[in-house]
């Protein structure tokens, strides 16, 4: 549950921590986050340019990566705290 509090959206460089490069498919440890699907997850991190967005990391690829979006676009999010 979300409850307690203190929950915040993590910034790129901690999604891409949790990035496990030696997987194909879902680039992630599925034990540890069994809900993670193939789209894009938000991060806190803004995105310096034209586009005024945000930075997002995407598991679905071989090694996962990171892309920059408008903030208009519906994403999912995994909260830290």
Do not use: H, M
């Not at 986050?33 to 930075?55: C, E, K, L, M, R």
């Amino acid at each position: 549950t979300l409850a307690g509090g203190g929950w915040r959206l993590p910034t790129k460089d901690e999604l891409l921590s949790i990035v496990d490069t030696s997987r194909i498919g879902l680039a992630i440890d599925t034990t540890a986050f069994p809900d993670t699907t193939n789209s894009q997850i938000w991060s806190s991190s803004p995105y310096v340019g034209p586009s005024g967005g945000a930075w997002s990391v995407n598991f679905y690829f071989v090694n996962g990566f990171s892309d920059n979006f408008a903030t208009g676009n519906t994403y999912r999010v995994r909260c830290v705290r």
